[in-house]
């Protein structure tokens, strides 16, 4: 049985990817080795997170795949993606372009599924209110939280431009720290409201609970 591997940008990422996603997947029934690593930016200072660009990402998982027995998954994101990706565009409505050649890159791998998710990981956050009521305790924040919810039906909408991302939206609002108040709000989210509301993510997830299936 083959293993899951998750690689992802950062701490948070794999707070949700621990947390949530490996969870559901073990609910599901299956019973794979499953983690989450994140890209090695630096190896000679032993520095790890983001994605400084393409090279890097695609070393951390030709490694990875040179272990054996793997199947590989990625999770970055779409905002400030280096442009040195193949089929890189700043359309996030042509994600999949991107997905697609980075999978021929790696001469379309079967157990390759590569994912970006737009446009950024907080975007998830705004599936669920009751993850701001744990690190907001203002009735005006909290407000503001509101008119960004009741614009964006589909979180991942949340529009990508530098002022307008998830994560500058909650900087303005509440000084949003991504590695604490993300821990705690992920900590939070029901998984069940990000796979209901936010499609490309509940694509994504299905797709590896079908490549765990075969």
């Known amino acids: 049985m083959k293993r899951l591997v998750f690689i992802v ?53 030709t490694g990875t795949f040179a272990q054996g027995n793997v199947i590989i998954t990625t999770l970055i994101d779409f905002f400030r993606l280096p442009v040195d990706f193949p089929g890189y565009t700043d359309d996030s409505l042509q994600i999949n372009n991107i997905e697609d050649a980075i999978h021929a890159d790696f001469g379309r791998n079967p157990d390759f599924i590569p994912y970006i998710q737009r446009h950024e990981l907080e975007a998830l956050m705004f599936s669920y209110r009751s993850g701001f009521d ?33 994560s500058k939206r909650l900087q303005r609002i509440f000084n949003y720290d991504k590695t604490g108040d993300g821990a705690l709000i992920f900590d939070t989210i029901k998984i069940n409201s990000m796979l209901e509301k936010c499609p490309r993510f509940a694509e994504w997830i299905q797709k590896i609970v079908n490549k765990l299936s075969e």
Do not use: C, W
């Open 9 to 61: 940008e950062g701490h948070t990422e794999i707070i949700l990817v621990h947390n949530l996603i490996m969870p559901y997947l073990y609910g599901l029934g299956f019973t794979h080795s499953m983690n989450a690593q994140t890209i090695i930016t630096n190896r000679k200072q032993h520095k790890k997170g983001g994605v400084a660009n393409y090279e890097k990402f695609k070393r951390e998982v």
């Open 134 to 166: 744990l690190v907001i305790d203002d009735n005006n924040k909290l407000r503001q939280i509101d008119t960004i919810l009741k614009k964006y039906s589909n979180p991942e909408d949340i529009n990508n431009h530098p002022e307008k991302a998830p």
